[in-house]
């Protein structure tokens, strides 16, 4: 479809952390929009915008910042686009098509659903891809290249509004794919949602205890717990607002979750070695699956050992 | 102490995995070692430390290749270390120093201490540090490098023997701390052990789901789940020893964990969000103290990303 390729006239983004300034940074290196509209509650971030020079105008007026947008895209934590979406979508034009990143789609598509005019059309958008820094400073054009954007647009959106997303995305250089908000947030909540949720939590664990002091979980974090510790320091509001928003799926699959560690630590317990070793054995063909497909580097310790060549011998 | 830094005459390896491995090829890149003899039960490594060249020697029989050293370290899974103890103990000479590189002290010092012959000092010691691959060809030589290796002499060890092993690792460029074994137990339980169990436990969750399919999880890891798996593939044998000989303090720290992990399922479920705000706003700090301490990237994504300099704007 030619136009899905063609680049957007007018690219307002709503908010400027770790995604929204990759998007503004990604759609002018990749020449994805004439004009590029950040808007953004926060004056220091949209100061620091106005220094980085990563977009053509920035405002802190939502109505007026989305007016003439032909793809507007929402960058906020998911429990802030409802209010987002009351704000700006009589504002915006007919025929524009708005869009989001948020982690969780089902209460997303529930929040902004009601706010839309006629010949809006909101195709919910949510790129798998981040770090764990945040604000305007952390983004980078390339975050989102290789990497899947998953879209969950309503069964009556029109087919030129998807491929509008859809090549936008594609034009970041992201694999794109469409499933249900439902199925989205049920995938997400394993892959990506109960993963923080233990990650924060262990993190939580090692702080309180009182026979293992501070200084030593940090300094002998290298035997596993520092990997934890990543997703452990992600945008605490965000990631809040997921577990708010995403409560029964994150809550059925950490039912699972726990269900596996009890027979774990039952194996232990009885000291059912053949158990253990067959779970580990197990487990190491997903990371290779996962290496295979170009999610993750094959560098040992995620390359931060990273030894010279000649280091080897 | 002198003798402390004075390289080794003959250090024998018994193990050539990935710490053994890169012992060979610290001690001999910085050193350490007039010899080296590589000791191991699996011609395929024997094999393959030869075309290697990392070994002055290499040989399948331990009693003939600890007999002439100075240093015996023990770098089997902590399950094997009493058989090999009992297979060399009487055939180092006096005053020759047998030392480890287990995970775990308390079972490896009751394991190996009924075997140890009059003259022979046994330092146990335990380098924090690994990647995710296995067997010589995993192992270089800057492994231990600003890493903390642990060392758990019983009170009788003889001084100039802790001074011997501690000046090796201090060699190999660790920062070398001493502690009970059964505090290193407890310490490692939380910063090693248990993070490698919910590791184990998340992947296999995933693995075995029925509304989500292997290929998604593979897809979709980039969201935070793909962090688990570099440390779920780690050895299977060596974890199996892990979980089946510190039983009783990977069961304690994972009943902290759980317990925490019930109060914040519980949040989610009442829906609290500043119990979960406080509780991820707490856990950024750890990783800042982490990353200070040099024992972490500070790059995003563990530098996987790397985008480079001009990426940036």
Known sequence: MPEANAPIGCLALVGLGLIGSSLARGARR???????????????????????????????????????????????P?????????????????????SDVGSVKGAVVAAVTPHLGDGIAFVPAHPVAGTEYSGPDAGFPTLFSGRWCILTPPEDAPEAAVARVRG??????????????????LVLAITSHVPHLIAYNIVGTAADLEEVTQSEVIKFSAGGFRDFTRIAASDPTMWRDVFLTNKDAVLEMLGRFNEDLSALARAIRWGDGEALHALFTRTRAIRRGIVAMGQETAEPDFGRARPAADEKA
């Open 30 to 76: 990749f020449g994805l929009a004439q004009r590029i509209v950040a808007i953004d509650v926060d004056a220091g971030v949209r100061a620091r915008v106005e220094e980085l020079g990563i977009a053509d105008a920035v405002t802190g007026d939502a109505a007026e910042g989305v007016r003439d947008a032909d793809l507007v895209i929402l960058c906020v």
């Open 78 to 98: 998911v429990g802030a686009v409802g209010d987002v979406a009351a704000a700006i979508a009589g504002h915006m034009k007919p025929g524009a098509v708005l």
């Open 168 to 185: 936008f995305w594609e034009g970041l250089g992201a694999i794109v794919e469409t499933m249900t908000p439902e199925h989205h947030d």
